[in-house]
């Protein structure tokens, strides 16, 4: 089922409900770039809706949502209200970040408490990523899942670059919602690094998991999703029962 949100500054943003009818939902929010009919959001989508039913939003200036993306400036409070305007439905809601969508989640989490259970796939804990070597195996692994992916235009808004949050700032405010951290060691654009950093500052319940010679973010769905959707079932089944 699709459906239309609007958000406080006016921007009509489009999700994709996938389920049963659960009194728990999964909000997912896709990598820059990326797009809620994506080969592997419809993936995401599929495999867990078995233990909630899953929500798949376009973030501003992505697929067919409205506005343009801001680089995380705008995008967290748009997470924040649209899992608010799930809680009309839903006894409990649990958020589900993938890269630059795990930095919405975390923010909005952070700031808003409005998830009862977060995960993260390939989240940077700082928007500052260019301090290492992007030149590795894992690079080379995928290049070839770049040419093969499905995309859509993104919109952006470059001049909207003020006010970000830092998320490794911010990771301890989500508790005492539990937290699940998911990384590839093969991660060329975000180093592991990334998750250890979040994990390390984040508070309890808390749970980090490194998937040896995984690619990243929604690259290990592309390759290996056993290894990354049966964790996360398996979190949410528990963590939003």
Known sequence: MTGDFR??????????????????AVLVAPGIFMHRESDEHLLVGERLSDVADVVT???RGHGDSGGAFTFGVKEPEDVAELAAHLRGTYDRVGGLGFS?????????????????????????HRLFILGHNFLTPGLLRSVP???????????????ALMGRATPSRLVADIAPAPLLIVHG???WLIPADHARVLFERAAEPKRLLLLPGA???????????????????????????
């Open 7 to 24: 958000t406080r500054d006016g921007v009509v943003l489009r999700y994709t409900r996938r389920g049963r009818g659960r009194r728990s």
């Open 57 to 59: 939003l376009d973030v």
């Open 100 to 124: 630059f969508g795990g930095y919405h989640t975390v923010v909005a989490a952070a700031r808003h408490h409005c998830f009862d259970a977060v995960a993260l796939v390939g989240t940077p």
């Open 145 to 159: 899942l770049m040419l093969r992916r499905r995309r859509r235009l993104t919109r952006i808004n470059p001049t």
């Open 185 to 187: 060691t093969d991660d």
């Open 215 to 241: 690619l990243h973010a929604e690259y290990i769905v592309t390759t290996e999703p056993d290894s990354l959707l049966a964790p996360l079932a398996a979190f949410f089944s528990e963590a939003l029962r």
